[in-house]
């Protein structure tokens, strides 16, 4: 990490990302929802808000969009920069169709990734909730 302006590069925000998604995630196993229709098992806004600082760390950072449904938030985005000039986001997708983002077959984070001029450049899975717990892709 370069130490003048706290942001990483690719290479390793990818190999710190991993790191944490493994280890200290896990720590946000109670912060559930069970839907009584489905008994579909889904992660609270502050558990949401915890992997993104969790992963976020001290790095300057924004929130694109934050959409909520009458079961909580279903797409939560942040953005960051990277030490290139460009810049990544973590997004937060739950599983099904929704009316803003279309929607997703699981309910994970993802990190997608931009060049200096804002075109996407790449991107990556870096865990699904699965039963309550999230799990490192």
Same mark, same amino acid.
């Given at each position: 990490? !370069?130490?003048?302006?706290?942001?990483?590069?690719?290479?390793?925000?990818?190999?710190?990302?991993?790191?944490?998604?493994?280890?200290?995630?896990?720590?946000?196993?109670?912060?559930?929802?069970?839907?009584?229709?489905?008994?579909?098992?889904?992660?609270?806004?502050?558990?949401?808000?915890?992997?993104?600082?969790?992963?976020?760390?001290?790095?300057?950072?924004?929130?694109?969009?934050?959409?909520?449904?009458?079961?909580?938030?279903?797409?939560?985005?942040?953005?960051?920069?990277?030490?290139?000039?460009? !810049?990544?986001?973590?997004? $937060?997708?739950?599983?099904?169709?929704?009316?803003?983002?279309?929607?997703?077959?699981?309910?994970?984070? $993802?990190?997608?990734?931009?060049?200096?001029?804002?075109?996407?450049?790449?991107?990556?899975?870096?865990?699904?909730?699965?039963?309550?717990?999230?799990?490192?892709?």
């Amino acid at each position: 990490m !370069s130490l003048e302006n706290g942001k990483m590069d690719r290479r390793e925000f990818m190999k710190t990302a991993s790191s944490v998604v493994g280890t200290t995630l896990i720590d946000v196993l109670p912060k559930v929802i069970v839907l009584e229709d489905t008994g579909e098992i889904i992660p609270t806004a502050s558990s949401i808000e915890t992997v993104f600082t969790t992963l976020l760390g001290d790095r300057e950072h924004r929130q694109r969009r934050k959409e909520s449904d009458e079961y909580g938030v279903y797409l939560w985005e942040e953005e960051f920069a990277l030490e290139d000039g460009g !810049s990544a986001e973590f997004a $937060y997708m739950r599983k099904g169709r929704h009316k803003v983002g279309g929607g997703a077959i699981s309910t994970k984070i $993802y990190v997608y990734f931009f060049d200096t001029d804002g075109m996407p450049e790449g991107g990556d899975d870096l865990a699904e909730f699965v039963k309550g717990i999230w799990i490192k892709k």
